[in-house]
């Protein structure tokens, strides 16, 4: 019986550009985890009330936390720069950095939005924003809803 020929694995993409694309789709996969991640931890609700001890209350002010639409455009924008920028790339070594460089702006501005939404919103105090014709605050990356009972 002849000896079968041994077998051979290649690390050579078959499709041209597939090491390029898997960087995309990692980069794809790090905003939408980034974004979704944002969207749970843009979050909080704090809420004082005018008075109390020995004066009767007299109003109470609500405001909620929550993830504003500025986040995810910027992450849109960041994948749509960087794929444009790995296309214009002189090599795939080049594409690889560029792409590496897109998901690294994509942690970086999760987390600073993370650091100006919770900031902006913890340093207000609830009765400061118990304002006539206040309901609704932005701060670009995230927006704070504001309500009186």
């Given at each position: 019986m002849p000896?079968?020929?041994?077998?051979?694995?290649?690390?050579?993409?078959?499709?041209?550009?597939?090491?390029?694309?898997?960087?995309?789709?990692?980069?794809?996969?790090?905003?939408?985890?980034?974004?979704?991640?944002?969207?749970?931890?843009?979050?909080?609700?704090?809420?004082?009330?005018?008075?109390?001890?020995?004066?009767?209350?007299?109003?109470?002010?609500?405001?909620?936390?929550?993830?504003?639409?500025?986040?995810?455009?910027?992450?849109?924008?960041?994948?749509?720069?960087?794929v444009g920028a790995a296309i214009d790339a002189r090599d795939a070594d080049d594409a690889k950095k560029r792409i590496d460089r897109g998901i690294l702006a994509v942690q970086v501005i999760v987390v600073a939005s993370l650091v100006v939404a919770h900031v902006g919103f913890w340093t207000q105090q609830p009765l400061d924003l118990q304002r006539p014709g206040i309901d609704h605050i932005s701060l670009v990356v995230a927006e704070i809803d504001v309500s009186t009972y």
């Open positions: 000896d079968a020929a041994p077998i051979t694995t290649t690390t050579t993409p078959v499709v041209p550009g597939a090491v390029l694309l898997a960087r995309v789709r990692r980069l794809v996969m790090w905003a939408f985890g980034a974004g979704l991640a944002y969207s749970f931890l843009a979050s909080g609700t704090m809420s004082g009330c005018a008075g109390g001890g020995s004066e009767p209350v007299q109003a109470c002010v609500s405001a909620t936390l929550r993830a504003g639409p500025a986040l995810y455009l910027a992450l849109l924008v960041v994948i749509a720069w960087t």
